[in-house]
């Protein structure tokens, strides 16, 4: 039996667990530079904030009623870490699949034990960290994911909820529950399933999964088994590599000055070489792009952006950086007011299946696993030593792209000096 256990609102109850105040009042967390409205509580979402709206966007009459806060990534991550500790104390077997969601594998256990288990475990989630968890069972990950939706969404399941694949209960909940409702299943994908006559989950459980294979890829093929009880999907299937890496981020304010663009250029290439590592792939082209506010009337619009083709594969962070620096002098046009600029690694291939061009730069094998060793070390060392540790560059303080994040919280459990108070 497999158990999916989701935190429920978790960025708000984050925040709820340090300021009890929050509960019961419409909270709303912020993505970056306080741009739009991430996260919701269940008050925020009655009052008609959506999921993605820009912050100001929301009608003053309703903001007046709601709290605002930006994203506290560190506080987040910690709890995060918190939760899975306990889980951990009920089960060997946990998968985290994501800030706030893990899986749970209940081998051995006796199914008839496992609905009160997950009660005390909830209860004992709730007690140690203060986060609210809702429990989805069922012999697959993508029921057990469906199971927790119930548990969420149906107060008679009291936080865990348990689908036996083969029930009427879970045949009746199938056939009401869209195809674009289930777990790995995407608006485009759904679009298709529709054009073979398929809308619902039941309809995708009975189809045949060789059929499906041809059209789609052996991930729904998958899909249907797990629909039908059999636990075959692993987690790798439900995030591929990338073809593209992206990591651009706005400006906490306007700026014309050129080393802002390159300190954040340089920090968003050593960012983009960490991920490509992370999939063992390799980059044969950058774009760098730069644009400025084009809601600002007021000031001249400018955007502009260029291509620009690697010597050869790499991953190597440096080599990202020299060409981004590159490009930026390319792009760059003085007296303008900058909102934007990051880069795009593109035409990625496997690490392992490089394929050098005619006209490539040669690189020595030793020159090749020197910088690999390097590369290795760099994100070791921040992997286990926390971001950023060591870095290629070191931005200046008060720089025009640091984060605006006017309304975090402290970071209670990470830094010394943040620290909860306690008055009596």
């Not at 104390?89 to 009160?116: R, W």
């Not at 644009?291 to 990202?320: A, C, G, M, W």
Request: charged share 25%; with cysteine; net charge positive.
């Amino acid at each position: 039996m497999i158990g999916l256990v989701d935190c429920n609102n978790f960025y708000v109850s984050c925040e709820r667990v340090f300021n009890p105040r929050l509960e019961g009042e419409a909270v709303g967390v912020m993505s970056n530079n306080d741009g739009c409205v991430v996260a919701r509580s269940q008050e925020i979402k009655s009052l008609g904030v959506a999921m993605g709206m820009p912050a100001h966007q929301i009608d003053p009459h309703i903001r007046r009623k709601c709290t605002l806060l930006s994203s506290n990534y560190a506080l987040y991550g910690d709890m995060s870490s918190r939760v899975t500790d306990v889980l951990s104390q009920h089960t060997p077997h946990v998968d985290v699949y994501s800030i706030d969601e893990s899986f749970l594998s209940f081998e051995g256990f006796e199914a008839d034990t496992l609905e009160e288990r997950c009660q005390v475990m909830r209860q004992q989630v709730r007690r140690d960290t203060g986060i609210p968890v809702s429990v989805g069972l069922s012999t697959s990950k993508t029921l057990a994911k469906i199971a927790n939706h119930r548990a969420k969404k149906e107060s008679m399941f009291n936080g865990v909820a348990m689908m036996d694949p083969n029930s009427n209960d879970t045949r009746a909940f199938l056939e009401q529950l869209p195809v674009n409702e289930i777990w790995g299943v995407a608006g485009r994908s759904a679009a298709r399933l529709h054009t073979l006559g398929i809308e619902n989950a039941w309809q995708l459980r009975t189809a045949s999964p060789k059929h499906l294979r041809r059209h789609f890829s052996v991930v729904m093929e998958r899909l249907v088994y797990e629909l039908r009880g059999e636990n075959c999907i692993s987690l790798d299937d439900m995030s591929q590599p990338k073809k593209q890496i992206m990591v651009s981020r706005s400006f906490g304010r306007l700026t014309t000055d050129k080393t802002d663009l390159r300190e954040a250029l340089r920090a968003h290439a050593s960012r983009a070489g960490e991920k490509l590592r992370r999939q063992n792939g390799l980059a044969q082209a950058l774009m760098v792009f730069v644009h400025t506010n084009r809601f600002r009337q007021d000031l001249p619009s400018y955007s502009k952006r260029l291509v620009i083709p690697l010597p050869h594969p790499t991953d190597d962070s440096r080599e990202l950086i020299k060409s981004a620096m590159a490009g930026l002098e390319r792009v760059f046009k003085k007296d303008i007011w900058y909102q934007k600029c990051g880069i795009m690694l593109m035409d990625l291939c496997d690490h392992d299946n490089e394929q050098l061009g005619l006209l490539a730069e040669p690189i020595s094998d030793e020159k090749r696993a020197r910088n690999e060793k390097l590369m290795a070390t760099l994100d070791k060392l921040n992997r286990e030593h926390g971001k950023n540790t060591v870095r290629l560059g070191m931005p200046r303080k008060q720089n025009a792209w640091e984060l605006r994040c006017e309304h975090r919280t402290p970071r209670y459990t990470t830094r010394w000096e943040e620290l909860a108070v306690a008055k009596t």
